[in-house]
């Protein structure tokens, strides 16, 4: 792959190159003290000189002595509510002359190129699309969505005390998955172009090749930020050995602290549990079909005519794990989780996936 | 097939089988045959409530059928419903009993409670195509005498030539004709059926199945010889909400019927 250089103050042009090909440019920006993706107008809303400072049950956003634009790691989102939304309408029942009628709903749809998405959240894109495009029924306002996609990923030049993508695979640099990737240097960025239309949107900026210095760079940005993760998630195999753990003290220990809040299935990229409800005006002549973000973690979510399967917040809990680390691995080829740490910093009592699944699969004693 | 969006269907007749427990019979709007597996169910959706999972109790005259309960906060609403009103429908989904691949084995039937429509949709079928197989053995657990539904349909069966119908009442101190007292797994071993050739078809409370299980075992049928339907929270009944699923399974797509050698495993855990 041939890299190329934008100084600093062309990034401007890029988002410029993105709108004028239609899209909505997303990007990330402080706001609510966090780091959010929204609709970017102007290069100079991004978080310059930004880094979050987490830990289990901690995110704090504090400034560095650097000017760069992607020195953060994550967000509490991703990709995830703009191609599964929290709340959608799926379709709508009318009471018309002709009978009930049942009219399937679409939302707007319109290109959207996502700018400073990390590798964490390209392997959890890839995770969605298994799910939810992938299979025998797949969701079609997912697949609209996701056809007009475009993708500007950043590669991580540091990691968040909670990143873990090292030992998941999934990191800290996108190998695939991006139509155009970026590392940030001090002065501008190396671009490497990762698909046809990312080669469209390079070739309107007239990019200079990289010098070997600039990658030589970006290299040891990329091993500072591998060698900076301290945590390490079990390899998928010995995720495995979970399934025949399912009566372990451990379970009901993590139940002592856990608040089955959810907020870990909230943050995570590739949770993907929902629910349906019901509508109605208030002439009662039509009624919508909304689905709903679920979490694993509510009584509800198991819950048949007269019983809940899983009562406990211990039996909560280890159903997300299993299901995240091992299940996972046989309904989609792979782990669920992408090491991104979400679910360890947004955590309101701050306990940490890394840790419980070593203690259960490995007997570390924290 | 739009598997998302439901088509409407016109209640056309409401069979009152129990004070809570009816039949409904459904024209779908469309021309098209409603092709189906038994074990298979719909989503029913009725305007403003909600959808509900139902599993197929069979086609007759031009109309599907469905039995339900009134118990949940759609069934209830969906059980008062008049005769001519309209509703939505969407499936079949899921994988039903492979009938077809049983010629010419036994049949047992284990089902318990109430919500046997499952089993008893395929016994139907079981019997009208009763020369593809060998014995019938039907054996369901009730707790009282008068819940069981369709009783001058078990009377029928037992008319049938090589089918034994077998009925037990868990909370009856005085036993009536024809039933036993007791728990549907204690009917086993009055159940005359070749257990190195035959198929098992249970339904009904886990640990009823779980009990049967052991019993099958003492007669050495063998778990490959087994087949279960289970219950779960069904909401897209695609596999996409998450909320049925039974360890790597997504009840609603790769059930409600299951070879149970594929969810040994699995079944009967508690809150898993």
């Known amino acids: ?366 | 097939m739009n598997y998302m969006l439901p088509m409407s269907a016109i209640l056309v007749k409401k069979e009152q089988e129990t004070p809570d427990i009816c039949t409904l019979h459904l024209a779908l709007g469309r021309e098209r045959p409603f092709v189906f597996h038994f074990g298979q169910f719909n989503m029913l959706y009725l305007f403003g409530v909600g959808e509900v999972p139902i599993s197929i109790m069979g086609w007759r005259d031009g109309h599907l059928m469905h039995t339900i309960r009134a118990v949940g906060h759609v069934t209830r609403p969906l059980s008062d419903l008049a005769e001519g009103s309209q509703i939505g429908l969407r499936g079949p989904f899921g994988h039903g009993w492979p009938l077809e691949q049983l010629e010419g084995r036994d049949l047992v039937f284990i089902t318990a409670g109430l919500g046997c429509a499952p089993v008893v949709a395929a016994i139907h079928y079981a019997v009208r195509n009763k020369d593809k197989y060998g014995r019938i053995i039907i054996l369901q657990g009730v707790k009282h005498h008068q819940d069981l539904l369709w009783q001058q349909q078990y009377d029928k069966w037992r008319e049938v030539k090589d089918c034994q119908v077998l009925l037990a009442a868990s909370r009856e101190t005085q036993r009536k004709q024809r039933w036993r007292l007791g728990l549907v797994t204690g009917l086993l071993e009055l159940a005359e059926f070749n257990p190195k050739h035959c198929t098992v078809m249970m339904c009904g409370p886990e640990m009823m199945m779980v009990s049967s299980l052991k019993y099958l075992a003492d007669l050495n049928v063998p778990e490959e010889a087994i087949y279960m339907t289970l219950e779960r929270n069904f909401q897209c009944g695609v596999g996409s909400c998450g909320h049925c699923q039974l360890g790597p399974y997504f009840v609603c797509k790769d059930g409600p019927v299951f070879h149970y050698p594929q969810i040994k495993q699995w079944f009967g855990l508690r809150g898993v």
């Open chain 1, 1 to 366: 792959m041939t890299q190329h250089f934008l100084p600093k103050q062309q990034l401007q042009l890029l988002i410029d190159c993105l709108r004028a090909e239609g899209y909505g440019v997303i990007g990330p920006k402080v706001k609510d003290d966090a780091i959010v993706f929204e609709e970017l107008a102007d290069a100079t809303e991004l978080p310059y000189g930004i880094e979050e400072d987490s830990a289990p049950g901690r995110y704090q956003l504090k400034k560095a002595r650097h000017k760069r634009a992607f020195a953060f790691n994550t967000g509490p989102q991703g990709l995830k509510p703009f191609l599964f939304a929290p709340e959608q309408e799926l379709w709508r029942a009318e009471h018309t002359d002709d009978g009930l009628i049942f009219r399937q709903s679409f939302p707007a749809i319109r290109p959207l190129a996502f700018i400073g998405l990390r590798a964490c959240d390209l392997a959890a894109l890839a995770l969605q699309d298994k799910h939810f495009a992938e299979g025998p029924y797949p969701d079609p306002s997912y697949q609209a969505k996701r056809q007009q996609l475009f993708i500007v990923a950043v590669n991580c030049s540091r990691s968040a005390s909670t990143c873990f993508c090292v030992s998941t695979g999934d990191g800290p640099s996108a190998e695939s998955g991006f139509d155009l990737c970026l590392d940030e240097l001090d002065r501008g960025y190396l671009i490497n172009v990762g698909s046809d239309k990312g080669q469209r949107i390079a070739d309107k900026l007239g990019l200079e090749a990289a010098s070997g210095a600039k990658r030589a760079v970006a290299t040891r940005q990329h091993q500072r930020a591998v060698q900076q993760q301290e945590r390490q998630m079990p390899d998928e195999k010995t995720l495995m050995t979970l399934v025949d753990k399912l009566d372990d003290q451990r379970w009901q220990d993590i139940a002592e602290r856990c608040l089955a809040c959810g907020n870990c299935t909230s943050v995570c990229p590739t949770c993907f549990c929902s629910k349906q409800e019901s509508h109605s005006d208030i002439k009662g002549q039509a009624s919508s079909q909304v689905r709903l973000w679920d979490s694993c973690f509510s009584e509800q979510h198991s819950y048949i005519v007269g019983k809940v399967i899983r009562n406990e917040i211990s039996q909560r809990y280890r159903q997300w794990v299993l299901h995240k680390l091992a299940n996972w691995q046989l309904q989609y080829g792979r782990s669920g989780c992408v090491g991104c740490g979400r679910c360890i910093a947004w955590c309101p009592v701050a306990i940490d996936l890394v840790e419980e699944a070593r203690a259960l699969c490995l007997g570390d004693k924290p």
